[in-house]
């Protein structure tokens, strides 16, 4: 029986190159300020690469990768995701979600009716949005709050919302 592929979890992204030794800049994906460490050991290109210097100019870290330590070798690797296994995710509180749980979950109204798929959360500073591509139709923005989102089942990939008047019109 073939071995089940693991899933990995993108927490950053490789813009550019900085410097001239192989630091590269990254666009951080994760809200743990520790996966960006001297020492620490993530995927990139699905292979773990242990991360040898990281500096934060700017604010940004710049990341050093074994394996990619002269500028050529970096410049290869723009463009590229940073990545874990996702079974170094911590547990999150009940009535909480990954982000990439809920992308792609098929989102119904409380009535049945399916409204379409969810395609992105927006980050927003009060409350996150989730935007729900729909077929021949707009986009409909659903604000993750209690009084609309009734619902979140990970394991059927399904999402029950309260279709408030004006939200999905």
């Known amino acids: 029986m073939p071995r089940a592929k693991r899933k990995k979890v993108a927490v950053g992204a490789i813009n550019g190159v900085w410097g001239v030794r192989g630091?590269?800049?990254?666009?951080?994906?994760?809200?743990?300020?520790?996966?960006?460490?001297?020492?620490?050991?993530?995927?990139?290109?699905?292979i773990p690469r242990k991360v040898l210097d990281v500096q934060f100019p700017r604010g940004y870290p710049v990341v050093l990768f074994r394996g990619f330590e002269d500028r050529e070798a970096a410049e290869s690797i723009v463009g590229e995701l940073i990545e874990i296994p996702e079974s170094?995710?911590?547990?999150?509180?009940?009535?909480?979600?990954?982000?990439?749980?809920?992308v792609g979950m098929t989102v119904d109204t409380a009535t049945g009716e399916t409204l379409g798929t969810l395609s992105e959360v927006l980050r927003t500073g009060s409350n996150d949005v989730y935007v729900v591509k729909r077929e021949g139709a707009k986009d409909v923005l659903l604000p993750a709050i209690a009084d609309v989102i009734l619902s979140v089942d990970v394991a059927a990939r399904r999402m029950?919302?309260?279709?408030?008047?004006?939200?999905v019109d």
Do not use: I, W
Not at 24 to 30: D, F, H, L
Not at 88 to 102: I, K, R, S, V
């Open 88 to 102: 170094e995710l911590p547990e999150l509180p009940e009535g909480e979600y990954y982000t990439h749980d809920l």
């Open 160 to 167: 029950v919302v309260d279709a408030l008047p004006g939200l």
């Open 23 to 46: 630091h590269v800049k990254v666009t951080v994906m994760t809200s743990n300020p520790d996966r960006f460490q001297a020492g620490v050991t993530l995927l990139l290109q699905g």
